[in-house]
């Protein structure tokens, strides 16, 4: 059964590729931004045995600030990337002014799907900044936090049931909803 399940991810992975090497790309970005050293980099890890899909492996960062950023930076970059490459779709799905849509548009859709579906931070990056604030951090910090903390707990939970599918096309129809209004007030 865990096999079977390992294989559903796997092919899960194959489909939304593009996602995991954004999401590691997000993390090594924030490591140069913030001036944290990296020290090893798998961008994407396609194997039955392995846990993680991709990593950046880092130096210990020097503030709370940079702790946050490399953490939750995949959030950021994959839900601004989603948004970009899913604007063409939701310009001419909300315009309504063709019903064709080209195979560009798909594979933009594609694209933005694949990379929206992999945003949402992992087990390991909320458990990097769990320990950061644990250690570091003052109470009144852990305390505001940890409702945070939970939300992340519950969304890699819920990850089980394709949350983050669920979430990447949340992103998408909010876009298409955003492009909608839109041209709705400029009639």
Request: with cysteine.
């Amino acid at each position: 059964m865990i096999f079977l399940w390992r294989l559903k991810g796997l092919f899960f992975t194959i489909f939304t590729f593009p996602g995991v090497i954004i999401h590691e790309i997000a993390h090594r970005f924030f490591c140069d931004i913030t001036g944290t050293p990296v020290y090893k980099i798998k961008y994407l890890d396609i194997s039955l045995d392995s846990d993680t899909l991709g990593y950046v492996e880092h130096g210990e960062t020097k503030s709370l600030r940079s702790t946050i950023l490399i953490c939750l930076g995949p959030l950021i970059v994959n839900t601004f990337f989603c948004l970009l490459f899913s604007a063409p779709f939701s310009l001419v799905f909300s315009a309504r002014a063709t019903n064709i849509l080209e195979s560009s548009h798909l594979i933009l859709l594609w694209l933005a799907f694949s990379i929206g579906a992999h945003a949402i931070p992992s087990t390991q990056d909320v458990s990097i900044l769990t320990n950061y604030i644990n250690k570091k951090e003052n109470l009144i910090v852990q305390i505001l936090y940890f409702p945070i903390r939970i939300l992340f707990f519950i969304t890699n939970i819920l990850s089980f049931f394709w949350f983050n599918a669920i979430f990447s096309a949340a992103i998408i129809w909010l876009n298409i909803e955003f492009f909608g209004f839109l041209f709705k007030a400029l009639r």
